[in-house]
């Protein structure tokens, strides 16, 4: 369940970030509307690794099969070598 707050709470931020923990941000709310987001370091880096592999599919190890047809080896899928 999200842990939704309204940002008067960061009064006593203490309490606001004992709320967060691993895959679960918290979300704060101003004049009743999200507004904000207060999460983990590494879940934010999370974020921005896959945000990158998006932008930069070419750097992905699937993207150098580069026709829908064509099979993916299953070592390649679940990364077995």
């Known amino acids: 369940m999200p842990v939704i707050k309204p940002v008067s709470d960061l009064r006593n931020y203490t309490e606001v970030l ?22 983990e370091m590494e879940d934010y880096e999370k974020i921005q690794a896959g945000l990158k592999l998006m932008t930069e599919p070419s750097k992905s190890r699937l993207c150098k099969y580069d026709r829908a047809s064509e099979e993916l080896p299953t070592n390649d899928i679940y990364g077995i070598m």
């Open 18 to 39: 004992r709320d967060i923990t691993s895959g679960n941000p918290v979300f704060l709310t101003k004049n009743g509307r999200g507004k904000y987001v207060l999460l």
